[in-house]
């Protein structure tokens, strides 16, 4: 009996070893967890674990399912689908009978989420924490989609902080979610590093219209990173139009914009037409072209007294006296050809050399001017006072390209200042509002000014309030056509569709 007895205690022992190992391969049942807040928890950028965990830590009932799809396969891991209902689902999104979070995946990889779509669903407070907890864990996500999710203004400015943490989030569509405080132009922030933003069907007004068109820029800020803008099937005027016209006047980032399906009329398509050819500046506009001037000349002198500040670096004969102005180098341009000759020199005191200074001076005040001062850089003395000079002119520079009131090809004429337009916009969808005849001809005129440097590639007016044969708009098309690179025949259809192509 004791033999028997030994082999049924060896026998439990090797069963239950074996059921201990299986239970550790197997990895810590959800009962099994260390228990953890919302807040201590570590996403580890897969969607299918994170939303789920996260919901269950702020004791969600009905925690919305996850779908998954790659580009290349169209089979999906959702639980309790299979792949002829999924695809169903995403094809007919608004009759979902239950919430799904649709994930896009670049591969198999479960950790390389790229596009992520809440669509014909009700967004609550606590899917938004949710989504501001996960979404800087997904380093992939390119694309964040909301169709008609009912999203409420704070729920807006809470996302819009947490896409300023996802690095490499560019595009996001916003469709189908009136906001009552017309919050949308947070997106378009100075900030923002979106370069695709999509505001269909949001019933956004003149107010609307007026914060976006501030977004895009004023005298003293603009947003540099957004190329496309799709404002279709909104509720945006003339004012509106008039509001975005002046947002579009200072900014030089805009590739594509898409108003079609507005209520804009002849009033609001002037304005429009009107920052496509040359136009004017306001007095404001005038005023802060000065100040950006002033700025320029002063940032060019502190260049001057910093090199200043290195002269135990420099040979005494380069040295800048701190009273020497800026008319006194301009006046002298002698002697130059000598100066590579003083290099090798010992440093000799500027009593000494009088002439010296003068001949530094000149040698620097080229810069504020930012033209032809690469070559003359190179006789400059010292590597560390050539790379100050260069720096200097490269900032100066990028300002000028920056800031169109700094644009080289201003005009004046009749005590006004002509800027040369906007010819940064290539694409303007206008399809779909109430633009007459009357407004034709002020489009055409802006479009032949543009024959140099950029410009409209793309124009579409269709389905407004002229007939199709009137003489302007033919010449309109006609000029189109000899711009468009792809001359396709297909832009009416995408415009009838508000995708602002």
């Known amino acids: ?64 399912a996850v779908s998954t799809k790659q580009p290349d396969s169209s089979n999906t891991e959702a639980e309790g689908e299979n792949t002829e209902d999924s695809q169903s689902q995403i094809k007919a999104a608004p009759s979902w009978p239950k919430p799904c979070l649709q994930v896009e995946l670049e591969n198999e990889d479960p950790f390389n989420t790229t596009s992520m779509k809440v669509s014909g669903w009700k967004v609550e407070e606590q899917i938004t924490r949710v989504l501001n907890k996960m979404l800087p864990s997904l380093s992939k996500l390119q694309s964040l989609q909301f169709w008609q999710a009912g999203l409420t203004d704070r729920m807006l400015i809470s996302l819009m902080n947490t896409i300023s943490l996802c690095s490499n989030l560019r595009v996001v569509t916003l469709e189908g979610n009136p906001l009552p405080e017309q919050s949308y132009h947070l997106l378009l922030s100075e900030e923002s590093v979106l370069t695709h933003l999509s505001l269909r069907n949001n019933r956004i007004g003149d107010e609307g219209a007026r914060l976006i068109g501030s977004a895009l820029s004023t005298t003293r800020s603009a947003n540099k990173n957004l ?69 320029r000349m002063q940032s060019s002198s502190l260049g001057i007294d910093a090199d200043q500040s290195s002269a135990d670096q420099l040979p005494s004969d380069l040295s800048v006296p701190s009273g020497t102005s800026q008319s006194k180098g301009e006046n002298k341009s002698t002697s130059k050809k000598r100066e590579p000759a003083k290099k090798d020199e010992k440093p000799l005191a500027s009593k000494e050399n009088p002439k010296s200074n003068k001949k530094s ?141």
């Open 1 to 64: 009996m004791s033999r028997k007895k030994h082999a049924k205690d060896k026998t439990e022992k090797t069963s239950a070893g074996v059921e201990e190992g299986a239970s550790k391969n197997a990895g810590p049942t959800p009962n099994e967890t260390p228990a953890q807040t919302f807040d201590e928890y570590q996403c580890s950028g897969n969607v299918e674990i994170d939303f789920p965990g996260l919901c269950a830590l702020l004791d969600m009932k009905d925690i919305p």
């Open 227 to 295: 190329c496309s803008l799709n404002l279709a099937f909104n509720c945006i005027g003339d004012v509106g139009a008039a509001h975005i016209a002046q947002g579009l006047r200072l900014n030089r980032a805009l590739l594509f914009l898409s108003l079609s399906n507005n209520q804009i009329g002849d009033s609001g398509a002037a304005h429009l037409a009107a920052i496509l050819g040359e136009f004017a500046l306001t007095h404001e506009e005038v005023v802060e072209r000065r100040k950006l001037l002033l700025e």
């Open 361 to 501: 001076t000149d040698l620097k005040v080229p810069q504020s001017k930012g033209g032809k001062s690469g070559g003359k850089q190179k006789q400059i003395s010292t590597q560390e006072q050539d790379t100050s000079s260069t720096a200097l002119n490269e900032q100066l520079e990028s300002v000028e390209i920056v800031n169109p009131l700094l644009d080289q090809s201003v005009q004046h004429r009749d005590g006004q200042i002509f800027l040369p337009g906007n010819t940064t916009l290539t694409s303007l969808n206008l399809s779909g509002n109430r633009i007459t005849e009357q407004s034709l001809p002020l489009f055409l005129s802006s479009l032949q000014m543009q024959t140099e440097g950029g410009g409209l590639l793309r124009l579409c007016l269709q389905r407004n309030l002229f007939p199709p044969e009137c003489e302007s708009y033919v010449m309109i098309n006609e000029l189109m056509e000899l711009r468009d690179p792809l001359n396709e025949n297909s832009s009416e259809q995408r415009e009838e569709e508000g995708q602002g192509a």
